[in-house]
């Protein structure tokens, strides 16, 4: 995986290299702060990363922000992605397009990871072996994946096909359950892409909590977003949205447990 997939990434390392410019600093994109900022505010992330500079710049914290966000605002490439701005004391809030989020979303369909492929309408293991526990650590992340998967199936039958080129080239998303699953999608994109095979027990648990905070907030969106019945580009953008989370709910699986496709 890479940025242009995982946002966060992305976002981390301009912020990084638009402080060592403005600045002349060595920082590195990992230690740049980056937190999902929806719904509490108006923007997908927000960064505290002028506070974490302050004492070592000997600056004011809302000197160092409105430099940092100056210098972004001036990069075309930047602000083609994502607009940022300066709140409160010194906080920088991200706001991601809705070119660049629709990019992200189908880069991270075609995007190969190990051990899953898409067949038959699904994205499915390739390579489970009979020994495979049939049951999860966790029933509601069980639970949110088989409900993904029935979702993608009644799709088909109501020929809502699931093609790449069915889908509207912009996905534009605006009630807060579309943009809570989305995010936190993104969340789990960037954890498989610096870390998922970290083994220790500290990212263990980050991983299962990543996991089921996805399946929760697929529930949320499931109860809250209707599917069917709805205009066919609302209907095309939520059944988008769907299958990269069956995908990611699969992917952030252990490979020596199974998710289910029917209950």
């Given at each position: ?8 990434i992305n976002?981390?390392?301009?912020i ?20 999902i900022a ?5 923007a997908?992330?927000t960064?505290t990363i002028?506070?974490?500079l302050?004492h070592r ?16 605002s ?5 602000t ?16 991601l397009s809705?070119?660049?989020i629709?990019g992200c979303?189908r ?7 190990g051990?899953?492929?898409?067949r038959?309408?699904m994205w ?6 009979q020994s495979a526990?049939?049951?999860?650590l966790?029933l509601m992340?069980q ?6 998967c ?5 799709a088909?039958?109501?020929?809502l096909?699931l093609?790449d ?17 989305l995010?936190?999608n993104f969340?789990?994109?960037?954890y498989i892409?610096t ?5 220790s027990?500290?990212r263990?648990k980050?991983?299962?909590k ?8 697929f529930?949320?969106?499931?109860d809250?977003?209707q ?8 209907a095309?953008k939520r059944?988008?949205?769907i299958?990269?989370?069956q995908?990611l709910?699969l992917?952030?699986?252990l490979?020596?447990?199974q998710?289910?496709?029917y209950?």
């Open positions: 995986m890479n940025c242009q997939i995982s946002p966060v976002i981390q390392t301009a990084a290299m638009t402080i060592n410019s403005v600045f002349g600093l060595q920082i590195q994109a990992e230690q740049v702060p980056l937190e929806y719904p509490k505010y108006n997908h992330y960064s002028a506070l974490a302050a710049l000997q600056l004011a914290i809302l000197e160092i922000a409105d430099a940092i966000a100056k210098s972004c001036q990069n075309p490439e930047i083609a992605q994502w607009q940022i701005q300066v709140i409160g004391k010194g906080w920088l809030n991200i706001c809705d070119v660049y629709s979303l880069n991270l369909l075609r995007s190969q990871i051990g899953i492929e898409y038959n309408g499915q293991r390739c390579d489970i072996s526990i049939t049951q999860t966790d992340v639970y949110a994946y088989a409900r993904c029935a979702l993608m199936r009644l088909v039958r109501e020929n096909w093609k080129e069915s889908f509207p080239n912009i996905l534009s998303y605006s009630e807060i359950s579309e943009i809570n699953l995010l936190q969340a789990i994109a960037n892409a870390d998922l095979e970290n083994k027990l500290s263990f980050e991983r299962s990543l996991w089921r905070l996805l399946a929760k907030t529930l949320d969106f499931y809250r977003c599917i069917f019945g709805v205009s066919h580009e609302v095309m059944l988008f949205l299958r990269v989370t995908k709910l992917a952030s699986t490979q020596e447990f998710l289910l496709e209950l």
